[in-house]
């Protein structure tokens, strides 16, 4: 299995000129394929044991021991929590501490991943109806099964940066992080399903925090969670 630079500085929690320092001074093992600096997994892994190097997440983290077939849509939302009368002009500092929330996330990785998300273009603002956006870094990440969350961002005066697909003026937001490239879409659909159809579609800014995440505890009975 072969991976790129991003790939690999992403698994150490390092920059990606970091990782470029370790293949001319450190002799890294890696092939150049089309302009572009590859590195075969099992290759790495190796020179990092020798380097007393270790990777706790993304492409050289072990495998997770089995888990459930869901990650439940409440759990997340616990994690990620629910964030009032938020301006406008305040959200990348709350994303920022949003990010801060995740379980087990190496500092090196965290500020990455912020730098990443605070970059022109670096999150992307899904609306969805109903006055609600799903906002989530633009970047493909992969941090482990374990990091995933899901918060709620209540908006002091509507988002006027995305138009809303009915004409609703968008007040609520949905901010998530997926652990994995490969569950994104499964969340993105999933959050956007409960806004629609859901208990997402019934709640209330006027309710307390506990009150939102028990209806949404709720309604992810009848939606059984997120499929991996």
């Known amino acids: 299995m072969y991976l790129n630079l991003i790939q690999i500085a992403e698994s150490f929690g390092v920059s990606e000129s970091v990782v470029t320092d370790w293949v001319r001074k450190e002799g890294m093992p890696h092939v150049h394929d089309r302009g572009r600096i590859l590195f075969e ?21 072990e495998p997770a021991p089995a888990q459930a077939d869901t990650l439940a849509l409440g759990p ?29 996330l190496p500092g090196p990785v965290q500020n990455m991943l912020v730098q990443r998300m605070c970059a022109p273009g670096g999150v992307n603002i899904a609306p969805v109806g109903s006055g609600f956006a799903l906002p989530h870094p633009a970047m493909r990440v992969s941090l482990g099964e374990d990091c995933a969350l899901v918060a709620l961002i209540l908006l002091k005066t509507p ?45 209330d800014a006027e309710m307390d925090d506990e009150a939102i995440f028990k209806v949404v505890e709720k309604g992810a009975d009848t939606h059984k969670g997120l499929p991996r």
């Open 41 to 61: 997994r099992s290759q790495v892994m190796e020179w990092a044991a020798k380097h007393g190097l270790a990777a706790h997440t993304g492409f050289l983290s």
């Open 76 to 104: 997340l939302l616990r994690r990620g929590g629910i964030w009032r009368d938020v301006l406008q002009t305040d959200l990348p500092q709350i994303c920022d501490r949003i990010v801060g929330r995740l379980p087990g």
């Open 159 to 203: 988002f006027t940066e995305a138009d809303p697909p009915d004409g609703i003026p968008i007040t609520r937001m949905l901010f998530f992080i997926s652990p994995t490239p490969r569950l994104h879409v499964n969340m993105l659909g999933l959050l956007a399903k409960g806004i629609t159809s859901g208990a997402l579609q019934n709640l």
